[in-house]
């Protein structure tokens, strides 16, 4: 019988990007009053914190913090990915000057195994327990990360982890973090890197969203393969 494709029943999309920022411009007014979002939105914003230090607030599924280091958008609306993606572009299109110095495209999946010798499996297999004989009793997978690169992408690197979903039974967490490096070494002007950083998000979303999916699930399979091979 054909096995039906894996999804998770969780996702978590964020885009997250390091430079020199100053929070409290990242206000839900200002985001309407550059037509980011419509007005009439600002009275739905939540969990509002604005200061020097940091600007946070949650509208239409989407967290926002912004810190004086890093500025971070978060979903875990599928619906909202795409959404996330421009709103990202737009913001930095209008902050043209800003220092940004790295670029992070994430996606965390929570998938719940009906198998539970599967679940297993998938922590024999990447995290093999032989070689803690005597060392430890009764050791198990708490977490496995793996670093590369991938094929006609142009990120610095790409980073897998996984590892057992907290809180849900027979659960696996896969996070996956494509990194970008927009460091200054050939002394880019401030509105080349965030031209940079836009052709990243309009030309690498869709595809990592593609991407990490068919990785997480691809590994899932390959345990599973393993496993009915015994």
Known sequence: MPVSPLEPEQNVFAVVILGSFNPQIFHPLWYADNELIAREEVNDVKDLLCSDEISAFVLNEVHFQIERHRFGLTTKDPSRAL???DLVVNTFTILEHTPLTAIGLNRDMRFRLEDPDLWHSIGHQLAPKAKWDGII???GMRIVAMEGQRKECNAEKVSIRVQ???GVENGILIAVNQHYSLKNEDHKPIAVRI????????NDWKAFLSYSQNAATTLIERC???????
């Open 224 to 230: 599973r393969i393993e496993t009915e091979a015994v």
């Open 137 to 139: 009793e009764s050791p």
């Open 164 to 166: 057992p979903a907290g």
């Open 195 to 202: 031209s940079d950083a836009i052709q990243i998000l309009n």
């Open 83 to 85: 959404s996330l993606r």
